[in-house]
């Protein structure tokens, strides 16, 4: 049986690349592994490199101030970077789910920090909107997609100030200006590879610019001037990170998934929406592509829905323990085939209640 992978990660990733990436494993460069080669070595250098010009690439930023990291630490690492490198006076950062809540309290063992928006009154159910980001700032800090509750970012303000988004679960889906944008920080794993790896794109010319010393290993600019080989790197990640940036271009680009990532979205919001059996957690216009989340408006049919839902081969879509009921996780590489398998479970469920 088909297992459909709705896990909010780490992420379903497409078949071609997981082919590719076991082959390597084994054989990656004349009867060597790609886990025992040296890092230092001309085949890895040259993944390294070709992964670091691919997001450039397809995010539309070659030739123009930026450069692309592959660290590690994952995004929550970044919290403390971004603080780190940018962070003088104060900075100012919309509060819209849990990661944004811990991004807020790492940069705030640094300095100043300040929510300019919240929805977390609200069990972070909507985007706040309608905030100001103080000329006099350091940066602005976002975040894009959140996994958790359901909600993305429509739109992004023109900031005075550097804007920092954290895109963890939501890069390469969507098209976007992303020269908007000064730093972008994701985490592979939820729409771009393994655990290990967390992709920084930043523009240069915001560097450079705060006064305490930094620790070499936090110092982006040591990472730049490194080519992204200040120390080893998680070479596994970043070579199945490239793989899937070759996949997407082969694709057609951002431009080309976000039609199918908009199919999948629409097919799952129009059921939850028509099937009253179901409701939707997030407001309506702050739904994410990403993730939807929703819940049963009858408890009594859990055990009957979860039955049916496993039958199906369906995986991963129970939600976070904060919110509850379901979270359909509908990442790049999830075919419209598993979005719609889920739907027909749903839809199911309806004609026998």
Same mark, same amino acid.
């Given at each position: 049986?088909?297992?459909?992978? #709705?896990?909010?990660?780490?992420?379903?990733?497409?078949?071609?690349?997981?082919?590719?990436?076991?082959?390597?494993?084994?054989?990656?460069?004349?009867?060597?592994?790609?886990?025992?080669?040296?890092?230092?070595?001309?085949?890895?250098?040259?993944?390294?490199?070709?992964?670091?010009?691919?997001?450039?690439?397809?995010?539309?930023?070659?030739?123009?101030?930026?450069?692309?990291?592959?660290?590690?630490?994952? %995004?929550?690492?970044?919290?403390?970077?971004?603080?780190?490198?940018?962070?003088?006076?104060?900075?100012?950062? $919309?509060?819209?789910?849990?990661?944004?809540?811990? %991004?807020?309290?790492?940069?705030?063992?640094?300095?100043?920090?300040?929510?300019?928006?919240?929805?977390?009154?609200?069990?972070?159910?909507?985007?706040?909107?309608?905030?100001?980001?103080?000329?006099?700032?350091?940066? #602005?800090?976002?975040?894009?997609?959140?996994?958790?509750?359901?909600?993305?970012?429509?739109?992004?303000?023109?900031?005075?100030?550097?804007?920092?988004?954290?895109?963890?679960?939501?890069?390469?889906?969507?098209?976007?200006?992303?020269?908007?944008?000064?730093?972008?920080?994701?985490?592979?794993?939820?729409?771009?590879?393994?655990?290990?790896?967390?992709?920084?794109?930043?523009?240069?010319?915001? $560097?450079?610019?705060?006064?305490?010393?930094?620790?070499?290993?936090?110092?982006?600019?040591?990472?730049?001037?490194?080519?992204?080989?200040?120390?080893?790197?998680?070479? #596994? %990640?970043?070579?199945?990170?490239?793989?899937?940036?070759?996949?997407?271009?082969?694709?057609?680009?951002?431009?080309?998934?976000?039609?199918?990532?908009?199919?999948?979205?629409? $097919?799952?919001?129009?059921?939850?929406?028509?099937?009253?059996?179901?409701?939707?957690?997030?407001?309506?216009?702050?739904?994410?592509?990403?993730?939807?989340?929703?819940?049963?408006?009858?408890?009594?049919?859990?055990?009957?829905?979860?039955?049916?839902?496993?039958?199906?081969?369906?995986?991963?879509?129970?939600?976070?323990?904060?919110?509850?009921?379901?979270?359909?996780?509908?990442?790049?590489?999830?075919?419209?085939?598993?979005?719609?398998?889920?739907?027909?479970?749903?839809?199911?469920?309806?004609?026998?209640?």
């Amino acid at each position: 049986m088909k297992k459909h992978n #709705f896990s909010a990660g780490p992420c379903v990733l497409p078949k071609s690349v997981m082919e590719q990436a076991a082959a390597a494993v084994l054989n990656f460069d004349d009867g060597l592994s790609l886990l025992e080669i040296s890092h230092r070595s001309k085949p890895f250098v040259d993944v390294m490199e070709n992964a670091r010009s691919l997001a450039l690439e397809l995010l539309g930023l070659e030739g123009k101030g930026y450069k692309a990291l592959f660290l590690q630490g994952g %995004a929550s690492t970044q919290f403390l970077m971004v603080a780190l490198n940018l962070l003088e006076k104060r900075a100012g950062y $919309l509060n819209t789910g849990t990661w944004a809540d811990k %991004a807020i309290k790492e940069a705030k063992i640094y300095d100043d920090i300040y929510e300019i928006g919240s929805s977390k009154s609200a069990n972070y159910n909507y985007i706040p909107k309608g905030y100001d980001i103080p000329e006099d700032y350091d940066y #602005f800090h976002c975040t894009s997609n959140n996994t958790i509750f359901g909600t993305q970012m429509k739109s992004f303000p023109n900031s005075p100030i550097p804007m920092v988004c954290d895109m963890s679960s939501d890069i390469f889906s969507r098209q976007l200006d992303f020269s908007k944008f000064d730093l972008i920080y994701a985490g592979a794993q939820k729409n771009m590879g393994p655990a290990g790896t967390t992709l920084v794109v930043i523009k240069e010319d915001i $560097l450079g610019k705060v006064s305490r010393k930094i620790p070499s290993m936090m110092n982006y600019k040591e990472h730049i001037s490194k080519g992204s080989m200040f120390n080893t790197p998680p070479v #596994f %990640a970043v070579y199945v990170s490239m793989l899937t940036l070759e996949w997407l271009k082969n694709l057609g680009g951002i431009k080309a998934i976000e039609k199918e990532n908009e199919k999948k979205a629409r $097919l799952i919001y129009s059921e939850i929406d028509l099937n009253p059996l179901f409701k939707g957690y997030s407001v309506k216009e702050d739904r994410s592509i990403m993730n939807a989340t929703f819940t049963l408006e009858n408890e009594n049919l859990k055990e009957t829905f979860e039955s049916m839902v496993k039958e199906a081969g369906i995986n991963g879509i129970n939600g976070h323990r904060s919110v509850g009921g379901y979270r359909a996780s509908m990442y790049n590489a999830l075919s419209l085939d598993s979005v719609k398998a889920l739907v027909e479970v749903m839809s199911e469920l309806e004609s026998k209640a």
